[in-house]
């Protein structure tokens, strides 16, 4: 069985400043795919970044980005440029190549701070 | 609008009422899936359905019971609940597997469940 671990239960940062959000996750699979959600006060949860596993390349979009070290199973995620709107949790999510389970992190909290 | 519509938003039921989730997507998917999210511990898979098959059922109690008539709805039936299962219900859905896999899955915005 996989398992996904976030060890920031909560974290902060100024707005225009950038954090990083730790997950490290443990599995004996070689092919699958990591993801990043976002779940704002409104509770849905939204797709920020996904990372195949096979690509060694780290995966971006706009001001989000992820450092990917499959050997060591970690994957965090980097803000860049902070805002306001970014407050909400974080969950890292991880999911096999049959595709029928993904599975969670305990989650972040991150406040945007002005 | 994510594609995904759980219906009734806020829940509020006693232990010996019988109530019914909905969930209804728009995306052509043919997976569907519930989660179970409480505090402080991480979401929880309980029920998977491929083609309107029950594919995965993760030791979830008999006082959850899902449904899935066709691809497009998905039901979580209640009954006899207690309140420890007082929790945010989310259901997602997804192509089946590796495109399932691939592109993650498209979730609704949860219905928050109170059991008193």
């Known amino acids: 069985a996989q398992t996904v671990t976030q060890s920031q239960p909560e974290m902060s940062v100024q707005e225009a400043e950038t954090v990083t959000l730790s997950c490290t996750y443990d599995?004996?699979?070689?092919?699958?795919?990591l993801f990043w959600y976002k779940q704002p006060p409104s509770r849905q949860m939204i797709l920020v970044i996904r990372q195949e596993a096979y690509k060694q390349q780290n995966a971006t979009e706009n001001r989000f980005s992820v450092n990917f070290q499959k050997a060591a199973k970690s994957f965090s995620l980097k803000i860049s440029d902070s805002q306001l709107g970014d407050t909400a949790m974080y969950f890292c999510?991880?999911?096999?190549?049959?595709?029928?389970?993904?599975?969670f992190g305990g989650g972040t909290r991150l406040m945007v701070k002005p | 609008e994510t594609g995904v519509t759980q219906t009734p938003r806020h829940l509020v039921m006693g232990m010996t009422n019988k109530k019914s989730l909905k969930c209804e997507q728009h995306l052509g998917h043919n997976a569907m899936y519930w989660y179970k999210q409480s505090a402080k511990k991480p979401l929880e898979l309980m029920f998977v359905y491929n083609f309107k098959e029950q594919t995965e059922n993760n030791s979830v109690p008999s006082r959850f019971s899902p449904e899935c008539p066709n691809s497009s709805h998905l039901f979580l039936h209640l009954h006899t609940l207690q309140p420890e299962d007082s929790a945010l219900y989310l259901c997602?859905?997804?192509?089946?597997?590796?495109?399932?896999?691939?592109?993650?899955?498209?979730f609704g915005s949860g219905t928050r469940l109170t059991v008193v």
């Open positions: 599995t004996s699979e070689s092919n699958y795919y």
């Open positions: 999510a991880f999911i096999n190549n049959a595709g029928n389970m993904l599975t």
């Open positions: 997602a859905s997804s192509q089946d597997g590796a495109q399932g896999a691939n592109y993650g899955y498209t």
